[in-house]
Structure formats: C-alpha cells, structure tokens
C-alpha cells in the first residue's frame, strides 16, 4: 500500500505545530506590552510563560497514550479546538490571572503538535525517512515563529496584541478541520490488538528505564528546551537590554531567530536521514548540533556587544542547532517499535518541557537579583549569569551522553 503524500498526511499535522509555535513566540514579541501592561515583574513574566509549558509538560504523558491507542486523527481533531478556548481566553482576559489560565489551556490544546506528526511518519514510511520528513513538518511549524515575529509586531498597532490572540483561535478552528478531513484514522497493515488501558500505561516504565532513552534523552530535551526558553520569552528581552534594540529592530532579529528555526528544521532532519542512509548514526547530526549551540552561548557570553549582523548570526545559528531536537527524536525512538512512537516522543517531550519550566523560571529569579533600570529592563549581568547556567547543563549533559550505554 502506497503510503499518503505529504500534503495529506504530514501537513496538516504541522499546520496545528505552525499555531503551536506562533502561540510560544508571540510572547517574546508581545512580552514587553504585557509586561506594561499588567505591571508583571521579570519572574512574573517568566511564570507566565513556564505556565504554558508546565501545561504542555503536563499532557505529554496522557497525549501520547492517546494517540498511540485511538490515533493522531481523532487526538488532533479535538486539541485543535482546545486550543482555539485558549486563545480566546487570552483575548478576553482582563488581569494576569485570566491569562494565565488562558495560556494553560492553549498548551493543553498544542501540547501534540511534533508528537501526531513522528507517530505518522513512523507508521507510514521508512526509518531512515521519518527524521526528514519530521524536519520538513516543523519546518512548515517554525514558520509560525516567523509569523509572531515581525508581521506579528506590525499587526499588534493594527489589531491590538488580542485581536492577535483571535487571529489564532481562527487559524486553530481551521486547522481542526483540515485533520480531521484529510488524516487518515490509522496506518497501514492489519490493526494492533487491543490491549487494556493499564497495559498500555504500564510500557511507559519501559521507556523511561532503557539504557538508550537514560543516555541520549537528557541532551536531546536540553537541546529543544533550550530553543523554547529563549524564542519562547527571553530572546526578546536579551535583545532589548543586552544589545540595546529597539522595538522594531528586536522584532527583526527574532525573524532572524525564526528563519534559523526553520532552516535547521529542514536542513538537519534532511541531513539526518541523508547520513543514516550512508551508515552514519542516527545521533550524528543531533550531537553536532548540540556542540555548536554551546559555542554559541559561550559567545554570546564573552561579548554581548556585538554588530546587529553578527547579532544575526549568532541568534541565527543558536535557533538552527536547537532544531536538531526533532532529529533526536527520531533516533531514539527507532530503539522502539512504531507503536510505542507516541509515548516515546512524549516521554522526551515531558523531560523537554520540564526543563523548559525550570529554566524559565530560574532566568527570571536570576534578572531579579539586579535592580530594574529606568526604562524598566532587566541588568545585562543577569542575562551572562543564566547563559552561563545553561551553558554548565548543556556541557554537563554531552559528558552524559558520551558514558557508555548500559546494556
């Protein structure tokens, strides 16, 4: 049985990951209104956005059950428009605390936007095919993080940051749609047999104590957490009170920031699979990745001060290795077989996104040490520290990585 194009299978899919990653990097674009607006601190600010990733941490385990029992169809149709309440909640809210609770309900509703997209692709194709046709599905996504950067920051005067918020809550309704149009219910061959729920519970304690998800997970959850936390929220204000941008500048580099996101998606899933096929380990391309992003922060640290163009380049190739995340994804979960692809991919994805929460919050208890200056910024000094922070994990988890696997 020939398996579905593309445009029938995947992209729809990545269609609910480009509202997925608009939604996370419109708060870095918008982070300082609110932030005005609502008189929120740097912690406050940064719980507001690890709210949303404890959300989405918080489903990954039931979401990728879910999937791998009643299929990535019937899954997204309905979280697709879970979504679209949250972000009508946004919209409406009046105070911190409704939008609080609208962001919660928007990572709920787009917590399965890269998992939907492997288990199909792991069911439907080839092994040494799902990293690149996983690359070019968040490829489609990142282009949401292009949206919420610069066109987003010239729609803000236009229709003000909520009707923002409404813009999405149409886009995820339409995207509901279209999956439940066009992806099939389940994948080829004859269906698995039923299995109680517990049962299917229980192959989560498998996942987590293989030598291969002990070894390899760490670094790939720290290597996407780390693209969440800063295109997430802190890029934004790095650019602003480290490099002195201004409004539409910082809205320029975070396209950078975006496009980054998006070439890596497509080049590294590409190369991935490209280099598997040759013998090369799945790995490969995910380890590199890592190497170059910690040279990165480390310059970031070392000169903050840059040109804007070299600003460019840096905040460019830091996007670019963080997409090697999905590439690791893959890898790891060719340890396993297609029907656990789900709850592998959320297994990661969990370990990921709590990351993600921990490092937000404590970027934004580190700015605090330091008094706000007038313009109602964050100290420079702050932002080395918690690269410094990050860059410590990130080289402590390739020293992880490379200890031989335990058999």
């Given at each position: 049985?020939?398996?579905?194009?593309?445009?029938?299978?995947?992209?729809?899919?990545?269609?609910?990951?480009?509202?997925?990653?608009?939604?996370?990097?419109?708060i870095?674009?918008?982070?300082?209104?609110?932030a005005?607006?609502?008189?929120?601190?740097?912690s406050?600010?940064?719980?507001?956005?690890?709210?949303?990733?404890?959300?989405?941490?918080?489903?990954?385990?039931?979401?990728?059950?879910?999937i791998?029992?009643?299929?990535?169809r019937?899954?997204?149709?309905?979280?697709?428009?879970?979504?679209?309440?949250?972000?009508?909640?946004?919209?409406?809210?009046?105070?911190?605390?409704?939008?609080?609770?609208?962001?919660?309900?928007?990572?709920?509703?787009?917590?399965?936007?890269?998992?939907?997209?492997?288990?199909?692709?792991?069911?439907?194709?080839p092994?040494?095919?799902?990293?690149g046709?996983?690359?070019?599905?968040?490829?489609?996504?990142?282009?949401?993080?292009?949206?919420?950067?610069?066109?987003?920051?010239?729609?803000?005067?236009?229709?003000?940051?909520?009707?923002?918020?409404?813009l999405?809550?149409?886009?995820?309704?339409?995207?509901?749609?279209?999956?439940?149009?066009?992806?099939?219910?389940?994948?080829?061959?004859?269906?698995?047999?039923?299995?109680?729920?517990?049962?299917e519970?229980?192959?989560?304690?498998?996942?987590?104590?293989?030598?291969?998800?002990?070894?390899l997970a760490?670094?790939?959850?720290?290597?996407?957490?780390?693209?969440?936390?800063?295109?997430?929220?802190?890029?934004?204000?790095?650019?602003?009170?480290?490099?002195?941008?201004e409004?539409?500048?910082?809205?320029?580099?975070?396209?950078?920031?975006?496009?980054?996101?998006m070439?890596g998606?497509?080049?590294?899933?590409?190369a991935?699979?490209?280099?598997?096929?040759?013998g090369?380990?799945?790995?490969?391309?995910?380890?590199?990745?890592?190497?170059?992003?910690?040279?990165?922060?480390?310059?970031?640290?070392?000169?903050?001060?840059?040109?804007?163009?070299?600003?460019?380049?840096?905040?460019?190739?830091?996007?670019?290795c963080?997409?090697?995340?999905?590439?690791?994804?893959?890898?790891?979960?060719?340890?396993?077989?297609?029907?656990?692809?789900?709850?592998?991919a959320?297994?990661?994805?969990?370990?990921?996104?709590?990351?993600?929460?921990?490092?937000?919050?404590?970027?934004?208890?580190?700015?605090?040490?330091?008094?706000?200056?007038?313009?109602?910024?964050?100290?420079?000094?702050?932002?080395?520290?918690?690269?410094?922070?990050?860059?410590?994990?990130?080289?402590?988890?390739?020293?992880?990585?490379?200890?031989?696997e335990?058999?």
């Amino acid at each position: 049985m020939n398996p579905p194009s593309f445009f029938r299978l995947t992209l729809p899919l990545a269609g609910l990951n480009f509202v997925n990653q608009a939604s996370r990097t419109l708060i870095a674009t918008i982070g300082p209104l609110l932030a005005v607006e609502f008189a929120l601190s740097a912690s406050e600010l940064g719980l507001l956005a690890a709210m949303f990733f404890a959300a989405y941490a918080a489903a990954q385990l039931p979401v990728g059950l879910a999937i791998d029992v009643w299929g990535a169809r019937r899954v997204q149709t309905v979280l697709a428009l879970v979504a679209a309440a949250g972000f009508l909640l946004c919209a409406a809210a009046t105070g911190p605390l409704t939008l609080a609770i609208g962001r919660v309900v928007t990572g709920f509703g787009i917590s399965a936007g890269l998992i939907a997209m492997l288990k199909v692709n792991t069911q439907w194709y080839p092994k040494e095919r799902v990293a690149g046709l996983t690359g070019l599905g968040v490829f489609v996504g990142a282009m949401g993080s292009v949206a919420a950067t610069l066109p987003a920051a010239l729609l803000v005067p236009l229709l003000g940051w909520r009707g923002v918020f409404l813009l999405l809550m149409a886009m995820a309704v339409a995207v509901s749609a279209w999956i439940f149009l066009s992806v099939p219910d389940r994948g080829p061959g004859p269906a698995a047999p039923r299995r109680s729920l517990a049962i299917e519970t229980r192959e989560f304690g498998r996942i987590f104590g293989h030598p291969a998800f002990l070894r390899l997970a760490p670094s790939i959850a720290l290597l996407s957490a780390m693209n969440f936390t800063y295109q997430g929220l802190w890029a934004g204000p790095w650019l602003r009170d480290v490099a002195g941008l201004e409004n539409q500048a910082r809205a320029t580099l975070l396209l950078v920031y975006a496009l980054g996101l998006m070439a890596g998606s497509a080049g590294l899933g590409q190369a991935a699979s490209a280099l598997q096929r040759r013998g090369w380990s799945a790995m490969a391309v995910p380890f590199g990745a890592i190497g170059v992003m910690a040279v990165v922060q480390a310059a970031l640290i070392a000169t903050p001060s840059h040109h804007p163009a070299a600003l460019g380049l840096l905040w460019f190739l830091f996007a670019f290795c963080g997409a090697g995340g999905p590439a690791g994804y893959a890898a790891v979960g060719q340890r396993f077989g297609p029907e656990l692809a789900g709850r592998v991919a959320t297994a990661i994805n969990v370990t990921m996104l709590v990351l993600v929460f921990a490092l937000q919050n404590a970027t934004g208890w580190i700015l605090d040490l330091w008094p706000r200056n007038a313009s109602g910024g964050w100290a420079p000094q702050g932002y080395g520290w918690a690269l410094a922070l990050t860059l410590a994990l990130q080289l402590a988890s390739i020293a992880w990585m490379l200890r031989p696997e335990r058999r």
